[in-house]
């Protein structure tokens, strides 16, 4: 850190990462009031490509990777994630420095403005859901196979005004994204967790920083929420153990309670035919072994034979 009073933040430009990097710049003040922050925009390969799926353009760092590099040069001394969109395996000199308390995990139905639908159930038959995660792709499908899903990108606010033009039945948002931009108004259905699990991490921050910084490490430390640390480092041990990225179907969700740390998992195909379920659960300070445990579990019932058959489908696209 090359200023403790000049801390510069990296982000991405759409009004969710804003909001993001504005509220962890508030907390920052409110425990150092002299602090000046400069924030600096910086557009990722997932901003700039908008016309594939996100499957389609690979999954490793789509929203990071340039602000990372940012952050090894110096140009930024911090970045501000989802959770959810940060790879398994950070860039060598990276760490996490920081995750905030967690947000409501789970994911939400938008209908229509123009339909009456209230909930998923209420869909026509052969209705039609906008996406852009394979993961909600395939729970949903397993849930209602007549459903048809269109592939959906862009920022919250681009994927709204395009289901507002459309003739589709709703879309799918996580529901932290939806509420952090004042859009609660707007959410139909609020899914359970038995028909939809949140992709890892979701409804967190993380907060990026060098490994060598030890000065802002301390700066920021009394942000630190050690229950969300706990939960996410479990699913993020279990995506990493899969071998997943952000375009795989794979949902985990861990939480703590008391001193119990739970979690659930599921692997599932892009039809939603396969899916395969499982819970594990153990002593917090064994978060990143829970993790790894319940990804075995998930193998030895056959999430491997799943993954793989979604990769060799990734890679005969990427040839043709």
């Given at each position: 850190?090359?200023?403790k ?13 804003l ?13 150092n ?5 400069e ?22 760092g789509?929203?990071t ?14 970045a ?5 969109d ?25 209908s ?21 995660s ?5 729970q949903l ?24 033009e ?16 004042g859009?609660?108004?707007l ?10 699990l949140?992709?890892?991490?979701q ?32 699913e ?15 949902g985990a ?6 001193d119990i ?10 039809d ?10 153990g002593?917090?300070s064994?978060s990143?072994?829970?993790g790894?445990k319940?990804a075995d ?13 979604i ?7 990427a040839?043709?």
């Open positions: 850190m090359a200023n009073n000049h801390i510069r933040i990296g982000t991405r430009g759409s009004a969710l990462a909001w993001q990097t504005e509220y962890i710049s508030r907390e920052l003040l409110r425990i009031p002299g602090l000046r922050i924030k600096i925009i910086i557009k990722t390969t997932g901003d700039i490509i908008l016309d594939s799926p996100l499957s389609a353009i690979g999954d490793k789509l929203f990777k340039e602000i990372e590099k940012a952050m090894l040069d110096n140009k930024i001394d911090l501000v994630h989802s959770m959810k940060l790879p398994t395996v950070l860039a060598d000199g990276l760490t996490i420095g920081l995750v905030t308390q967690r947000e409501d995990v789970r994911d939400v139905f938008i229509h403005p123009d339909k009456l639908y209230k909930t998923l159930d209420e869909v026509r038959n052969g209705g039609s859901i906008a996406t852009g394979l993961r909600r792709k395939s499908l397993h849930y209602r196979p007549d459903i048809k899903t269109v592939d959906i990108r862009g920022n919250l606010n681009t994927r709204r005004k395009k289901l507002e459309s003739d589709w039945d709703g879309m799918l948002l996580a529901r932290a994204g939806v509420t952090r931009l859009w609660d108004e959410v139909t259905e609020i899914l359970d967790l038995e028909i939809m949140p992709a890892v991490g409804g967190a921050l993380a907060v990026e920083i060098r490994e060598d910084d030890n000065e802002l490490a301390s700066l920021i430390r009394p942000l630190e929420d050690t229950a969300t640390r706990r939960a996410v480092t479990a993020r041990a279990l995506l990493r153990k899969l071998e997943g990225g952000c375009q795989i179907p794979i969700y861990a939480r703590q309670d008391k740390l739970r979690m659930d998992a599921v692997v599932g195909s892009l939603g035919q396969r899916m395969i379920r499982d819970r594990i659960e002593p917090p064994n990143q072994a829970l790894e319940l579990m998930l193998r030895k019932q056959g999430a491997d034979a799943i993954l793989a058959e990769r060799a489908s990734d890679e005969n696209d040839k043709s």
